[in-house]
């Protein structure tokens, strides 16, 4: 490409504006992110899975294999940045589960 060549300013400009763009992908996808509604626990899923937002309000008697310090946060299968008080789920797309939540479907993750 000579130095003059249009295609060459044409990718000089998409790099210089794509860098200073850079900076806006994290809040950006945060802000996708917020505005995911949070699980209600009256949720028909979520209710037949025992959700609670905070694991300690788990019914026992129901899920005897419950332990409190199974949660979300531990869970195999949440999503999202660690530390997130809420994030999201596989099992309850396009919703925000609590970190110190519990459903029946909880997973150990790994490690
Ligand atoms: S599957 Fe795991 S992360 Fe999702 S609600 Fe149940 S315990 Fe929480």
């Not at 899923?45 to 419950?66: C, F, I, M, S």
């Amino acid at each position: 490409m000579h130095r003059h060549d249009p295609r060459r300013r044409r990718l000089i400009r998409l790099v210089v504006l794509g860098a200073a763009g850079a900076p806006l992908l994290p809040a950006l996808i945060g802000a996708a992110r917020a505005e995911l509604p949070k699980l209600e626990e009256s949720d028909p899923t979520a209710a037949a899975l025992g959700y609670k937002h905070d694991t300690n309000a788990v019914d026992r008697a129901k899920y005897p294999n419950h332990r409190p310090d199974q949660m979300c946060s531990n869970c195999n299968l949440i999503q999202g940045a660690e530390g997130e008080e809420w994030r999201p789920c596989a099992i309850f797309p396009g919703k925000l589960v609590h970190a110190n939540g519990w459903c029946a479907a909880w997973v150990k993750k790994p490690g």
